[in-house]
């Protein structure tokens, strides 16, 4: 059994990134409370608890106020050493095909409930002077996302956010971190009706490989990381070509219909 390294909290820790950071924590010798919003958390945090630390499932909606505050309630006043806001959704479709309430939930999730739990945690942790937050960003976050314009959007705020973030609390000892990933072998092209497109089609990073490149640079207490090589390419293209340009290379990507062969 590994030793007992302190408490780290993961959201969208059911599947995917989330799933597979929560790995990373179990096998550096965290105990966890891990957040999702679907009954699979409690599966999850078995086979966390298998590996040998303590991992209690919460059960919430992280895009509502009262999801954060059941979250936070769980942790009973104790530290919080690693803060992972992973917890989002995609939305696929042109936007005026899709529907408010679905818009409406994927912002709440990707930036209303995200930051409503950072705010929380992180003045726990500012009081302690100590912790570490990693937020799960994207690099669609860097261009126009045609038939995925909310998504992008949100992400985009996010990867933002964590830096601005960073800098306010540069004076203390506790780190920021913005995971960056490309698209990555998970549920979330299913989930955002994006398998018919080229990206949702494409071969994609393995979340493992992706968790594991975020939770380094955590622990080092970089300020963000690209993850994948040809993400990094990606990425730097991103920062030189005009928003327009990107916009159409997107919609090539995400349109319906372009995986189909």
Known sequence: MADKAGLAVITGASTGIGYELAKCCAAAGYDMVVAADEPEIARAAEEFRAM?????????????????????????????????????????????????????????????GTILLVHRIGRDM?????????????????MPGSYQAVYNATKAFVDSFSWALRNELKDTDITVTCLMPGPTDTEFFERAEMTDTKVGSEKKMDPAKVARIGFEAMMKGEAGVVAGFSNKIQAAMAHLMPAGLLAEQHRKMAQPGTGET
Do not use: C, M, W
């Open 126 to 142: 500012r009081l302690r002077n100590r912790g570490r937050i990693l937020f799960t960003g994207s690099i669609a976050g860097f």
């Open 52 to 112: 040998g630390v303590n991992a209690e499932p919460v059960e919430a909606d992280l895009a509502t106020a009262e999801g954060v505050e059941k979250l936070y309630v769980a942790l009973s006043g104790r530290p919080v050493e690693l803060l992972f806001a992973n917890a989002g959704r995609g939305l696929g479709h042109a936007f005026l095909d899709q529907e408010v309430a679905e818009i409406r939930h994927v912002i709440d999730t990707n930036i209303t």
